[in-house]
């Protein structure tokens, strides 16, 4: 038989989570395959990570792995793959605007022989303009300037085939943007569209500040475009002073009693190019300062407690 694993990372999400092992136990009660819930607290405060723990003594589905502090949400779905059993591996949001009855879509695309099926948002209900328009941009510029292929409008809600999962292990690069790394490792992929509801209760923990991060770690991870633009940029730079440089040559020579002294217009110059050099210089640490991070050899995360390792202890 057949297992599914469902991975749901969450941080404060009391509320929510009830109904969400509610409605993924109802999914599978009309289905074939075995199959385990796993919830991966990434440092809740709000008493739902004691709820989910205390839920597994009567829902033996249910697994909670509970991280020693907050890591991000990118490392909670990280320890959730590293942790989960089944030959599938389905990884969804834990605020319900990724409906558990999509799973059945899911698996059905999986079995026809995709590796990695994604869920597409036909639709965004809840969600602001604002948002809307950033997430559109990004995956259009990320698509532009990555040598990977990510699906427009897709989300952390997809199916992972057991080989996609024992490839992503092999892969523990720090700063993580597994839309990105569950398209890199290529194999057959396939999508499903369906529509994304309202968030079931809460605030989301993705503001749009947060969102930003997470659209600057995937460009910069998965592209160097951004030092090319620092070089072209250069090159520019000094084009037009050298056009600028001929210009005021030529006028000492056959104009000279147009010439003005120009501080003010000196200054704007000098100042524009500092704050030029001050960005690319930044920018190329941020690059530096990944390769020092990952010399570290740090651990992604660390687990303070996996509910299933108790059992099998006690």
């Not at 297992?3 to 009660?29: G, H």
């Not at 290529?186 to 659209?215: I, N």
């Amino acid at each position: 038989m057949k297992t599914i694993s469902v991975v749901v990372p969450f941080l404060d999400e009391k509320e929510s989570l009830p109904e969400l092992v509610a409605r993924v136990a109802a999914v599978f009660a009309a289905r074939p395959e075995d199959w385990e819930l796993l919830l991966v607290d990434d440092g809740s405060t709000d008493g739902s990570a004691e709820w989910a723990v205390a839920r597994t003594r009567e829902e033996p589905h249910l697994r909670v792995v509970r991280l020693s502090r907050n890591f991000g949400h990118q490392y909670a779905i990280t320890a959730g793959l590293d942790r989960a059993v089944g030959d599938a591996v389905v990884v969804m949001d834990a605020d319900l605007q990724d409906p558990p009855e999509v799973i059945p879509e899911l698996i059905a695309a999986w079995e026809g022989g995709a590796d990695v099926v994604y869920a597409v948002r036909r639709s965004r209900r809840g969600e602001t303009w604002m948002k809307k328009f950033l997430a559109a941009g990004f995956y259009r510029v990320f698509h532009r300037l990555a040598k990977v292929e990510v699906p427009m409008d897709a989300g952390d809600f997809r199916l992972v085939s057991r080989r996609v999962v024992d490839s992503l292990k092999k892969m523990r690069e720090l700063h993580r943007f597994m839309r990105g790394l569950t398209c890199w490792v290529g194999y057959k992929q396939a999508a499903v569209e369906y529509d994304r509801a309202a968030r079931f209760a809460g605030e989301t923990k993705y503001p749009v500040w947060k969102s930003a991060k997470l659209a600057f770690d995937a460009i910069t991870s998965f592209s160097a475009s951004p030092l090319r633009w620092i070089a072209l940029f250069g090159v520019g730079v000094c084009a037009v002073a050298g056009v600028w440089t001929l210009y005021v040559i030529w006028t000492a020579i056959f104009r000279p009693e147009t010439l003005e002294k120009g501080w003010a217009s000196i200054i704007a110059v000098v100042v524009f190019l500092g704050g030029a050099q001050l960005v690319s210089i930044g920018l190329l640490g941020q690059y530096v300062s990944r390769i020092y991070e990952e010399g570290k050899g740090r651990p992604l995360y660390l687990v303070a407690e996996d509910t299933a390792e108790t059992e099998d202890r006690g």
